[in-house]
């Protein structure tokens, strides 16, 4: 089973954008629907985003038009980047992968983003 280690969290100011990795080891992601999630603090964790083995990308409402997810499987690697953020989007970001034909799924341990001036 893939194990999963975001990175690229910090401080971000209102407006700017976070632009985070998540290695993974153990397997290879080519595999794998990636995506990333978050958990605001108080709320139940929400879906960002999520790409496909054929890199069909799919985005929930409070991602789209500000979000992007990719992949780069040579590296095992999978990335988010997120413009325009605002202090509602203060949350942990989670990476994860699910075993393509299976329900199981890694997770990553989190990297935390607050969103602050």
């Known amino acids: 089973q893939v194990q999963l280690v975001e990175s690229g969290g910090g401080l971000v100011q209102p407006g700017g954008s976070l632009k985070l990795s998540c290695a993974a080891s153990g397997d290879s992601l080519d595999r794998y629907e990636v995506g990333w999630s978050r958990r605001i603090p108080g709320k139940e964790r929400e879906l960002i985003a999520t790409?496909?083995?054929?890199?069909?990308?799919h985005y929930a409402q409070v991602a789209k038009g500000r979000a992007t997810i990719s992949r780069d499987n040579a590296k095992n690697m999978v990335f988010l980047q997120m413009n325009n953020l605002g202090p509602a989007d203060s949350a942990i970001y989670y990476c994860?992968?699910?075993?393509?034909?299976?329900?199981?799924?890694?997770w990553g341990q989190g990297t935390q983003v607050p969103v602050s001036s």
């Open positions: 994860h992968a699910r075993l393509i034909g299976t329900t199981v799924s890694s």
């Open positions: 790409l496909t083995t054929f890199h069909f990308e």
